[in-house]
């Protein structure tokens, strides 16, 4: 009874001087943890551009869907450049047999050396035009670099782009990376594979997760570091973007 007239007027003192006065229970006391907010980031995530102008043909998949590793994504007009690629095949497959007649010509003393030479160096010339737009071909389909799903679709079917245009942005989110600002002075204390909780606030869920790595940069102003982490195990309803908070023990 003593102990409660105590903290009521005690209570009472602090808030007639504008005190907030919050009485923490004893075994809360004893488990130093803080809450830091995290948010959620795919392992792997890109953002594909156009390596060549020209105008979109198709495009075989839509925003938010699913796609495989090695399956194309979007398709350009390539009319054009397989033209000048069959034209360079065309000369290269000309120089070929140029350079065997002279070569044979040449076994019968029948034609001079520097001649021989000029058919080689034509040859090579045709066979490198020929690379070169065989290179520009294959840029006219966009391949799909891993498996995941489809998080930004810039443009659309039979639309011009310029080189360098993005395209289509991509993220693979069967595995979630962790990011949280922590304070640098917990430095001394974080490790390398240490675990701790996850709360997710769109799920309303626990996960766990460990710490992958460190930030190699503090931030002067706010004493703070980034640290990055990883959530254990599966979770298929987890979506790149989610947030939520980092249980860890206090250092």
């Given amino acids: 009874m003593l102990k409660q007239t ?14 907030l006065l919050v009485f923490v229970p004893l075994a809360q006391a004893q488990t130093p943890r803080s809450d830091i907010r995290v948010q959620l980031t795919p392992q792997q995530s890109t953002l594909l551009s156009a390596e060549i102008a020209g105008r979109i043909a198709t495009i075989s998949v839509k925003e938010g869907e699913t796609f495989q590793e090695g399956q194309t994504l979007l398709s350009m007009d390539c009319s054009l450049h397989q033209a000048r690629l069959d034209k360079a095949l065309a ?70 782009v310029a080189e360098g245009q993005e395209l289509i942005g991509l993220l693979d989110d069967s595995s979630m990376d962790v990011e949280m600002m922590v304070p640098s002075r917990w430095l001394p204390q974080l490790r390398v594979g240490q675990e701790f909780s996850l709360q997710i606030d769109e799920t309303g869920q626990q996960y766990p997760a460990r710490i992958e790595r460190l930030g190699a940069l503090i931030d002067a102003v706010s004493q703070s570091v980034k640290v990055f982490g990883t959530v254990v195990g599966s979770h298929p309803e987890l979506t790149a973007g989610m947030s939520g908070t980092a249980v860890l023990l206090n250092p």
Avoid: W, Y
């Fill in 6 to 19: 105590l903290r009521k007027s005690c209570a009472f003192l602090f808030a007639a001087a504008g005190v």
């Fill in 91 to 160: 000369l290269s497959d000309e120089s070929r047999q140029v350079l065997t007649v002279n070569q044979q010509l040449d076994r019968l003393g029948s034609i001079s050396v520097l001649e021989v030479g000029i058919a080689e160096a034509r040859l090579a010339g045709a066979e490198a035009e020929a690379s070169l737009m065989s290179a520009i071909v294959d840029r006219c389909e966009i391949i799909a670099p891993f498996s995941g799903k489809v998080s930004a679709l810039s443009v659309k079917a039979h639309q011009f």
